[in-house]
């Protein structure tokens, strides 16, 4: 298929540099570039598994009841309503 391009000069200049390099012709590297720009888009590289180490933290403080972590965020988070608050006045 016969088609007109207009390149980039930047993409000009890359194609040409790799014409001499790998002593090919400029169709021949024009074809090969867009082919692997192609089937890169086909096929999306993998994403890398996230992992997550978990790190010791210590024994909760004897005052903090785990089992009731909830009401211990309410308490925290009411506190900290009140303390906006006050700072309005």
Not at 17 to 30: H, L, Q, W
Not at 37 to 45: E, K, Q, R
Not at 60 to 75: H, I
Request: aromatic share 4%; charged share 30%.
């Amino acid at each position: 298929m016969r088609t007109t391009l207009t390149l980039e000069d930047e993409v000009a200049v890359a194609l040409k540099d790799a014409v001499r390099r790998k002593g090919s012709s400029f169709k021949a590297e024009v074809n090969a570039t867009l082919r692997a720009g192609l089937a890169s888009l086909a096929s999306p590289p993998k994403p890398k598994c996230y992992r997550l180490v978990p790190k010791a933290m210590g024994p909760a403080a004897p005052a903090v009841q785990l089992t009731k972590a909830l009401e211990l965020a309410d308490f925290l988070e009411d506190e900290e309503i009140v303390r906006k608050l006050d700072l309005r006045k």
